[in-house]
């Protein structure tokens, strides 16, 4: 179907809608223009020649009966403007003339009206349909009233189970069961686990025992976390950890719990402001950089690849993954880490590239395990760059040990020395 774009407002709205709906000329009338016979959309204030199907619907998203009932119009007004009824008319007549089949129905139609006929069977029909809809409302309360008793069936089979599993673990009923878990200080997960049932459903039990919630301050997980660290309350704490700049994460560790459950709690006491995030890899490694006399960790990260450093040491060091520190090393100027790591290991024997380097040392007979040990890399690093330079038939086929002898070297050659 074609996408119909909405039509465009022409004047601003007379009114708003209790709904919000906008209002274009008054409330329960259809303007209509005396010069062109227009009527218009009290929707957007667009004049058309009808307020069809196409228009209402495509631009608003409403049916007539919709459109007619937001803004005060009759059921049975008709939406187009008035000189289209007599044309309308005069095409139905029109129309009525061609088919003879219609003009016969049309005419049994109005000889049933004349005689009562019609008359009688509205009454039936009308009828009829009270006595399905009486029907269909007795039904409607028996499914209501069977849903009910089966939903009560249900929450009293559920409350069966959770009594004999309180029972199974020792106490004599579930309400010495959540009473003991709640003054541990277990948490609803913790205690939802054990019982098998949802957490909904365990909170709801305890607040029916009038026990304080999780994020209520009297609740024994508070209270144990502050006696920990030594506070009178949680905001106290908190003020004097921020004061020192502690970390969210460390705060955390020291009341023994989450940081997500520290930050429920600081929101509950409007003081999020004073959780002090931790500083990411990215921000450490830059407070480093400066440190050292940097412009920005990929300054410094780059000058110390350059000097020989590996990657592994300098993730090891700052936590970066190896996507950020790649990133920043390309910052840095140094697009390619791996091959510059490759150039220096071959200039410490002499060498430019690679395949002048394998080409030599196979033909002596190398494995590559004493390339790697002349070149002080590991054998599967050397490996994998062999074959990246489309060099791995010297070592024979991938998945091969890179420990064993080359493939193509001669009987008898390849000894270490």
Not at 43 to 64: I, K, N, P, Y
Not at 106 to 120: C, D, P, T
Not at 134 to 158: D, I, P
Not at 337 to 356: C, E, H, I, K, N
């Amino acid at each position: 179907m074609r996408d119909t774009p909405r039509c465009p407002r022409q004047d601003a709205p007379d009114d708003v809608l209790p709904d919000g709906s906008l209002l274009f000329g008054e409330l329960g009338v259809l303007a209509v223009d005396g010069d062109t016979g227009q009527v218009q959309c009290a929707a957007c204030g667009r004049w058309l020649r009808a307020l069809g199907g196409a228009h209402l619907s495509a631009a608003h998203g409403l049916t007539a009966e919709i459109y007619r009932e937001r803004y005060g119009l009759l059921l049975r007004r008709a939406l187009e403007a008035p000189d289209r009824r007599p044309q309308r008319s005069a095409s139905t007549r029109a129309r009525v003339e061609r088919k003879p089949r219609l003009r016969e129905m049309l005419e049994r139609g109005a000889a049933a009206a004349r005689s009562g006929e019609l008359a009688a069977r509205t009454r039936g029909t009308m009828g009829e349909r009270g006595r399905r809809s009486a029907q269909r409302l007795e039904r409607q309360q028996l499914l209501a009233h069977n849903s009910r008793r089966g939903v009560q069936a249900v929450q009293a089979a559920s409350d069966e189970r959770l009594v004999v599993r309180a029972r199974e673990l020792g106490f004599a009923g579930l309400e010495a069961y959540l009473r003991d878990r709640h003054a541990a200080g277990w948490s609803v997960v913790r205690t939802s686990a054990e019982l098998a049932v949802a957490r909904e459903k365990t909170a709801r039990l305890l607040a029916s025992l009038g026990l304080p919630g999780m994020l209520d301050r009297e609740h024994p997980t508070e209270l144990a976390a502050l006696r920990r660290v030594g506070a009178p309350d949680l905001a106290a704490f908190l003020r004097a950890q921020h004061a020192a700049g502690v970390p969210v994460a460390r705060i955390a560790r020291a009341l023994g719990h989450s940081p997500q459950w520290l930050a429920g709690r600081a929101r509950r006491d409007g003081l999020a402001e004073l959780l002090v995030p931790g500083l990411t890899a990215e921000q450490r490694a830059a407070a480093s950089a400066r440190q050292a006399g940097f412009a920005d960790a990929a300054g410094w990260l780059a000058h110390r690849r350059a000097s020989g450093e590996p990657s592994r040491t300098l993730q090891a060091q700052t936590g970066l993954s190896p996507q950020r520190l790649a990133r920043l090393l390309r910052d840095g100027g140094i697009a390619n880490p791996t091959a510059l790591y490759q150039q220096r290991v071959l200039a410490r024997v002499g060498f430019t590239d690679l395949a002048s380097y394998a080409h030599e040392r196979v033909g002596q007979g190398w494995t590559v395990l004493r390339m790697s040990q002349e070149l002080v890399v590991g054998d599967t690093w050397l490996a994998r760059r062999l074959r990246a330079h489309d060099l791995g038939h010297l070592i024979g086929p991938k998945g091969r040990n890179p420990r064993a002898r080359t493939a193509n070297l001669q009987p008898g050659r390849g000894t270490r020395t």
